[in-house]
Structures are given as structure tokens and as C-alpha cells.
């Protein structure tokens, strides 16, 4: 008997303008850029607009018409792009995400530490 695997025959490949923000506190992104999700061609996977290995990034959503040029087919097939951003990426929260999360891992470490410490000598 032979297995088979039944492939959905729906394809969820999509462009989107993503923004990114930069700055702590900022209310609007400081750069955008475009990403292929789900793209076909290589197993799904998600990537970034690219140009000669390097990530292309516009400061203005009305340029990304110009920015879709530069990168391949698999992106030039998206033209024109709709001008809304579909996600933000926010840097700055991110990171203060990481550091507080190792902060709180420290902390845990120290203070279970300690306790050891204190039951050793009691």
C-alpha cells in the first residue's frame, strides 16, 4: 500500500508592505519594506524585498512601486502595490520585550539562588 499526501490546492502567497519602526515612542514607521509570505516557489517560506543580498527599505509608502522593481519576478508580479502597511514592525518594543524578559530570568536565577544559599547554611 502506498501513502499519499494531499496538497491543498489553495495558494496563500501574498505581498505585503510592512512598516518598521525605529524609534521608542514613535506613532508612525520610519522605514517600510515589502515581504513575500508564503511563497510558492520555495516551500512557503517568508522573505523580504531584496537587492544585491541586502534588504530593500523606502522611507515613503508612496515609493514602494519603485522599491518592487528592484527585487525579482517573484516580487514584480505583485505591481502595482497597494499602498497600505499590513504590519509594523516595532523594534524598539521588541527589544525592550528581550531585555525585560532576561531581566526577569536573572532575577528568577538570583533570587532561587539565593534561597539555596540561605537553606545551605540554616
Not at 26 to 49: F, G, K
Not at 99 to 106: D, F, K, M, P
Amino acid at each position: 500500500m502506498t501513502d499519499t499526501i494531499n496538497y491543498a490546492d489553495d495558494n496563500f502567497e501574498r505581498l505585503y508592505m510592512v512598516g518598521v519602526r525605529l524609534e521608542p515612542g514613535a506613532h508612525e514607521p520610519d522605514l517600510y519594506t515589502l515581504v513575500l509570505y508564503n511563497e510558492v516557489s520555495r516551500n512557503d517560506q517568508n522573505r523580504p524585498l531584496t537587492s544585491g543580498g541586502r534588504i530593500v527599505f523606502f522611507r515613503d509608502t508612496a515609493d514602494a512601486n519603485r522599491a518592487i522593481d528592484l527585487g525579482d519576478s517573484a516580487f514584480r508580479k505583485y505591481r502595482p502595490v497597494e499602498q497600505n502597511v499590513a504590519y509594523v514592525y516595532d523594534v524598539p518594543r521588541v527589544l525592550a520585550l528581550i531585555i525585560e524578559a532576561e531581566t526577569e530570568r536573572r532575577s528568577t536565577k538570583t533570587s532561587t539562588g539565593c534561597s539555596a544559599i540561605s537553606r545551605k547554611r540554616g
